[in-house]
Antibody, heavy 127, light 107 residues
Framework: QLVESGGGLGQRGGSLRLSCAAS????????MTWVRQAPGKGLEWVAN????????HHVDSGKGRFTISRDNAKNSLYLQMNSLRDEDTAVYYC??????????????????????WGQGTMVTVSS | AIQMTQSPSSLSASVGDRVTITCRAS??????LGWYQQKPGTAPKLLIC???HLESGVPSRFSGSGSGTDFTLTISSLQPEDFGTYFC?????????FGQGTKVEIK
């Protein structure tokens, strides 16, 4: 399972660090992803990270402000959020991605598949 | 970023009805698309990845099809527990992008 923590009230321009604790599977074998959902809105992909932590991708609005990282020894995923903006107010979910591969003929490809999600942690940005 | 547009935004259908939700990409994405179901106050749940591969444990009344720019999620016989909002997610390129969601209501 995945359990997020670290949400709460963040000051505009300030910082928050979200954590996601994994259990029940070999954390180091999986890509991991952060997804957020503003109140009453749809889902927004935020960032993902490969198994070793050496490859990361971030949403354009988070580049330079958000940093995804992981500690495989602690079975934990993180999202460092700096320069908080009002529009960062949302529930933040972490999700596991087994990145399954499927083959068609001689061609195989890897896909995203966010198969286990945490319960989410709420971040509220206020002045 | 690739834009994902779902239609309809909402629908109301009866138990036993066949329901179809469409997701259109602003450019070709091969078969790099997943479908997720979200019920109020809960995290999303994976239904389908790679456009048509059903996640383990998901009922067979759910199916996905399409490639390129046009994709479909079909519920062959709507059940009471299928209410919720359905989202598509492209994983063809970064940043990944979700559709805006389709809210399904049971009549």
């Amino acid at each position: 399972q995945l359990v997020e923590s670290g949400g709460g009230l963040g000051q505009r321009g300030g910082s928050l660090r979200l954590s996601c604790a994994a259990s029940g599977f070999t954390f180091s074998n999986y890509w991991m992803t952060w997804v957020r959902q503003a109140p009453g809105k749809g889902l927004e992909w935020v960032a993902n990270i490969d198994q070793s932590g050496s490859v990361t991708h971030h949403v354009d609005s988070g580049k330079g402000r958000f940093t995804i990282s992981r500690d495989n020894a602690k079975n934990s995923l993180y999202l460092q959020m700096n320069s908080l903006r009002d529009e960062d107010t949302a529930v933040y979910y972490c999700a596991r991605d087994p990145s399954p591969s499927y083959c068609s003929g001689d061609s195989c490809a890897t896909f995203d598949a966010l198969d286990i999600w945490g319960q989410g942690t709420m971040v509220t940005v206020s002045s | 970023a690739i834009q994902m547009t779902q239609s309809p935004s909402s629908l109301s259908a009866s138990v036993g009805d066949r329901v179809t939700i469409t997701c259109r990409a602003s450019q070709g994405i091969g078969d790099d698309l997943g479908w997720y179901q979200q019920k109020p106050g809960t995290a999303p749940k994976l239904l389908i990845c790679a456009a048509s591969h059903l996640e383990s444990g998901v009922p067979s009344r759910f199916s996905g099809s399409g490639s390129g720019t046009d994709f479909t999620l079909t519920i062959s016989s709507l059940q009471p527990e299928d209410f919720g909002t359905y989202f598509c997610l492209q994983d063809y390129t970064y940043p990944r992008t979700f559709g805006q969601g389709t809210k399904v209501e049971i009549k």
